[in-house]
Each structure stands twice: as structure tokens, then as C-alpha cells.
């Protein structure tokens, strides 16, 4: 029986991308491991952050699209996104960072029974630090480079919330995935794809209301590990006999993937960790300038032309 390994990376839409670097690669120290463009709309950026090699499970990914406007915030939407630092004293640590850039955070509190601190980047996306506690995601590869001390720094994704209208709906396609289900109120059920990992939780919050309607700072898709093509192509015809469409099997060079919608409207995408990242690059320069797969290398003149640089001045 396969398994679903955790998170395999997070998809968010922002307005503006120079903001966007500056914040995750300057406040919450991540690298940046990839500085690319959306595979199907060349004209935006798409930006990932993670560890030193963008491992599978520390990656939070975002499109570049000007022209959108204010999250509404409302159900069935991926709500906030859990982010593993190593300890509590670590939460300390953070609130005084957040304190000297301005950035929007509450007091340290908890969260899916863990301690954990609340904050916002500059576009309203709603994140928690969690304190690890001694977890750490096996291949995670701290980044020497980093602003934040080795002993602060983030770890990878935990928790990963989705707030919806039908509660046991989404319940049922995390069984399909053979999520176990750990916790259970009347309105909140937290599940695992490896029981006792919070690399891989989810928090379901049942909500009635009107629907969130996306922008800047709302959550597209949460994208889930598996470990090659042949448990890709298990799982589209797992999801297919459910009786969902699904994508099919897409080719996105630095992985696999195929998209579908559970049925509170919640896009997934299903991702294999491999080829990674350095596919096209080396270790030292990752993320370091504009990387294009193969199928869009002959119009990267053009492609060019359209994107605004986004480092610092």
C-alpha cells in the first residue's frame, strides 16, 4: 500500500514579487531555491523558497499576479500554514524578530497542541509558527547563509489548515490517502499522513458561509509528496474511480504532478520529490537567476522582456 510522505510544497498568489522576495528570503530567512516562471502563463513569476536545496516539504511557492486584488476572506479555502521552528525558546526568538521588522504577529499561544505563534506577511497571509520539539523532516538542510541563527531557523511545513463547509467530505479523500485521523471535536478534525508527523498534519475546520474569494495572500494549493511516477499513476486512478477528474500526469520538470478538486472546492496537487530542483543547477547558485524548463528555454528572450527585476536596489 503506498503512503502519502507529507507536504510536498505550498502554492500562494502575491502582488508583488520584489516584496514577496524580501520578506521570505531577508525577514523569515529562507532561501530562495528557484526563480522561474508559471509553466502555463510565462508573463509571472513563480518563486520558491525552502532549505538549502528546496527539499520536498520546506517549500513554499508563490505566483507573481499584479493585477489581483484583496483576499475576501470566507470557507472552503486553505485558511493558514504551519511552519516548524525547533523550540519554544525559538517562538521567543521569532516574536523579537517580528517586533523589529513590524511584521504582523500575536502573542505566543497554542495551536493544534503545540506552542505556537501567529503572524502575517505584508499581503495578509496567515501563518503559525510551531514549535518542533525535537521533530526535524529527515532531509532538511539548514542554510548557512541564512539571517536567522541555525538554531531559529525554519525547519519546514507543519500544520496546514483548510477551512470548510463540509467537514467529512474532505475527511473522506485524506482517507482515500490513508491520512489517520488523530483528533476529532465537533467542529475541527486534525489528520496525518504518517501518524505521529506533523510533517504531513492537516487541520480541517468546519465553517458555514460564504466562500473565500482568492487574492493577494490567499492560499492556491497544497501539494502532497509521493515518491515517484509509479505511485503518481496509482493515486490518478485512485482519485479518478472516486469519480473526480483529475489533470493527469504533468510534467513540471523539476517534478510530476497531476491536480484535482475534492468536493468543498479545495485544489490538491499530488507531487513526486524528484528530480528536484538542482536538475538544472548546482548547489551554490540555486535560485541565483532566472531558470526556465526546456519546452520554454527558446523564449526566454521574450519571457525576459516582460518580468520586473525583483532584488533589492
Given at each position: 500500500?503506498?503512503?502519502?510522505?507529507?507536504?510536498?510544497h505550498i502554492?500562494?498568489?502575491?502582488?508583488?514579487?520584489?516584496?514577496?522576495?524580501?520578506f521570505?528570503?531577508?525577514?523569515?530567512?529562507?532561501?530562495r531555491?528557484?526563480?522561474?516562471?508559471?509553466?502555463?502563463?510565462?508573463?509571472?513569476?513563480?518563486?520558491?523558497?525552502?532549505?538549502?536545496?528546496g527539499?520536498?516539504?520546506?517549500?513554499?511557492?508563490?505566483?507573481e499576479?499584479?493585477?489581483?486584488?484583496?483576499?475576501?476572506?470566507?470557507?472552503?479555502?486553505i485558511t493558514?500554514?504551519?511552519?516548524?521552528?525547533?523550540?519554544?525558546?525559538?517562538?521567543?526568538?521569532?516574536?523579537?524578530?517580528?517586533?523589529?521588522?513590524?511584521?504582523?504577529?500575536?502573542?505566543?499561544?497554542?495551536?493544534?497542541?503545540?506552542?505556537?505563534?501567529?503572524?502575517?506577511?505584508?499581503?495578509?497571509?496567515r501563518?503559525i509558527?510551531?514549535?518542533?520539539?525535537?521533530?526535524?523532516?529527515?532531509?532538511w538542510?539548514?542554510w548557512?547563509?541564512s539571517?536567522?541563527?541555525?538554531?531559529?531557523?525554519?525547519?519546514?511545513?507543519?500544520?496546514?489548515?483548510?477551512?470548510?463547509?463540509?467537514?467529512?467530505k474532505?475527511?473522506?479523500?485524506?482517507k482515500l490517502?490513508?491520512?489517520?485521523?488523530i483528533?476529532r471535536?465537533?467542529n475541527?478534525?486534525?489528520?496525518?499522513?504518517i501518524?505521529?508527523?506533523?510533517?504531513?498534519?492537516?487541520?480541517?475546520k468546519e465553517?458555514?458561509?460564504p466562500?473565500?474569494k482568492?487574492?493577494?495572500g490567499?492560499?492556491?494549493h497544497?501539494?502532497?509528496?509521493?515518491?515517484?511516477?509509479?505511485?503518481?499513476?496509482?493515486?490518478?486512478?485512485?482519485?479518478?474511480?472516486?469519480?473526480f477528474q483529475?489533470?493527469?500526469?504533468?510534467?513540471?520538470?523539476?517534478f510530476?504532478?497531476?491536480?484535482?478538486?475534492?468536493?468543498?472546492?479545495?485544489?490538491?496537487?499530488?507531487?513526486?520529490d524528484?528530480?528536484?530542483?538542482?536538475?538544472d543547477?548546482?548547489?551554490?547558485?540555486?535560485?541565483?537567476?532566472?531558470?526556465?524548463?526546456?519546452?520554454?528555454e527558446?523564449?526566454?528572450?521574450?519571457?525576459?522582456?516582460?518580468?520586473?527585476?525583483?532584488?533589492?536596489?
Amino acid at each position: 500500500m503506498y503512503t502519502i510522505t507529507g507536504h510536498h510544497h505550498i502554492s500562494m498568489l502575491s502582488k508583488n514579487a520584489k516584496q514577496n522576495n524580501h520578506f521570505y528570503r531577508h525577514i523569515l530567512g529562507l532561501r530562495r531555491v528557484k526563480l522561474t516562471v508559471n509553466q502555463d502563463d510565462p508573463s509571472m513569476y513563480h518563486l520558491f523558497y525552502g532549505d538549502t536545496t528546496g527539499s520536498p516539504g520546506t517549500e513554499l511557492s508563490f505566483f507573481e499576479m499584479p493585477f489581483i486584488g484583496r483576499t475576501h476572506r470566507g470557507t472552503n479555502a486553505i485558511t493558514q500554514i504551519g511552519l516548524l521552528v525547533p523550540s519554544e525558546e525559538s517562538l521567543i526568538y521569532w516574536q523579537q524578530r517580528f517586533k523589529s521588522f513590524d511584521v504582523k504577529h500575536e502573542e505566543i499561544t497554542t495551536y493544534a497542541n503545540r506552542p505556537a505563534l501567529h503572524f502575517e506577511d505584508e499581503e495578509g497571509l496567515r501563518m503559525i509558527l510551531l514549535a518542533a520539539n525535537g521533530e526535524v523532516l529527515e532531509h532538511w538542510q539548514r542554510w548557512e547563509q541564512s539571517p536567522v541563527p541555525l538554531e531559529h531557523q525554519i525547519l519546514g511545513m507543519g500544520s496546514v489548515e483548510m477551512t470548510v463547509k463540509r467537514l467529512d467530505k474532505l475527511a473522506n479523500i485524506l482517507k482515500l490517502f490513508n491520512y489517520k485521523e488523530i483528533n476529532r471535536t465537533e467542529n475541527e478534525a486534525i489528520f496525518q499522513s504518517i501518524e505521529g508527523q506533523v510533517f504531513g498534519e492537516i487541520v480541517i475546520k468546519e465553517l458555514d458561509g460564504p466562500s473565500e474569494k482568492p487574492g493577494c495572500g490567499s492560499i492556491h494549493h497544497l501539494a502532497i509528496r509521493v515518491r515517484n511516477d509509479e505511485e503518481l499513476t496509482y493515486w490518478d486512478a485512485r482519485v479518478k474511480e472516486r469519480g473526480f477528474q483529475t489533470s493527469g500526469i504533468v510534467d513540471r520538470y523539476y517534478f510530476k504532478s497531476l491536480y484535482f478538486r475534492e468536493s468543498n472546492g479545495i485544489l490538491f496537487e499530488i507531487a513526486t520529490d524528484g528530480p528536484g530542483f538542482t536538475i538544472d543547477g548546482d548547489i551554490a547558485t540555486l535560485g541565483e537567476k532566472l531558470d526556465l524548463p526546456p519546452f520554454l528555454e527558446e523564449r526566454r528572450a521574450e519571457i525576459e522582456a516582460h518580468l520586473q527585476p525583483i532584488e533589492e536596489e
